[in-house]
């Protein structure tokens, strides 16, 4: 299973989301710090979900580092949040 797999399975099982996106977005840090062949290492999650909504901005982001856990943080290099109401 890929990271973006794992990422996506994640977020699906902590927030049955409306709507969800996980873009590996690696190629376009070629030669960029943590870069890694294959990709995999730069992502964006663009997500609307209800459980989500009450939250402020922080509290959003945390809860999506949360559920995704530390695990799979520390093995990529970057992630960008997008959360729609």
Do not use: C, N
């Not at 794992?6 to 409306?18: T, V």
């Amino acid at each position: 299973m890929t990271r973006g797999e794992k990422i996506r399975g994640r977020l699906e099982d902590a927030f049955a989301p409306r709507r969800l996106e996980v873009i590996d977005e690696s190629e376009a840090h070629r030669g960029h710090a943590g870069y890694r062949d294959g990709g995999e290492s730069h992502f964006r999650v663009k997500i609307a979900a209800q459980a989500l909504d009450p939250l402020g901005r922080i509290a959003r982001h945390r809860a999506v580092h949360a559920a995704i856990g530390a695990e799979l943080l520390s093995e990529i290099h970057a992630l960008s949040i997008e959360v729609d109401s």
